[in-house]
């Protein structure tokens, strides 16, 4: 969804308020495509500061579904994006300020879906799990270690250990 900043920015520095519904279905990123269960519309205020300054202070609440880090089961993540950008379209590129990049502004013309994109990308989470006791997978079969036990010998042990493993495999009375 496009929001013309059009008259924000002429004379009479009208300020934008509006809900927009968001297009965007699902993220695409390295990782793969990640759909989008649930989303609420975005309500977009854009002022006026100076010349051709402008804030742009948004809300939008989108639910994701994410893969857990563990086991790799989906995970319905939520986002809650509150957000503030200062925005000054008469610098060049060769400038560095204190404002926000400013990707999501072409022309006179703000998309709504990659200023979105863009909050999401900065409010990640680190480390998504679908429960605290995730078990995760087995290293060698990739086995669900939350649905059940596989039959791989286990090998998590330190191989700079394995001597000393040695040792006790040899003398049992050890």
Not at 11 to 34: A, C, F, N, R, W
């Amino acid at each position: 969804m496009f929001i013309n900043l059009s008259d924000v920015l002429s004379e009479l520095h009208k300020p934008i308020d509006q809900v927009v519904p968001v297009e965007m279905e699902s993220i695409e990123t390295p990782l793969g495509s990640m759909p989008i269960v649930e989303k609420e519309d975005a309500h977009i205020v854009v002022k006026h500061v100076k010349q051709k300054q402008l804030t742009i202070d948004g809300t939008c609440r989108l639910v994701l579904e994410l893969l857990c880090d563990r086991c790799l089961e989906p995970v319905e993540t939520v986002f809650e994006l509150n957000f503030s950008k200062a925005v000054d379209l008469a610098t060049d590129e060769n400038q560095v300020d204190e404002l926000d990049e400013k990707n999501y502004i072409d022309g006179y013309n703000l998309d709504v879906d990659k200023l979105l994109y863009n909050e999401m990308l900065i409010g990640w989470p680190m480390k998504i799990l679908c429960s605290e006791t995730c078990k995760g997978i087995c290293n060698t079969c990739g086995q669900n270690l939350n649905k059940g036990t596989c039959n791989c010998e286990d090998t998590s042990l330190d191989p700079r250990m394995s001597v000393i493993r040695d040792v006790f495999k040899n003398f049992k009375e050890v």
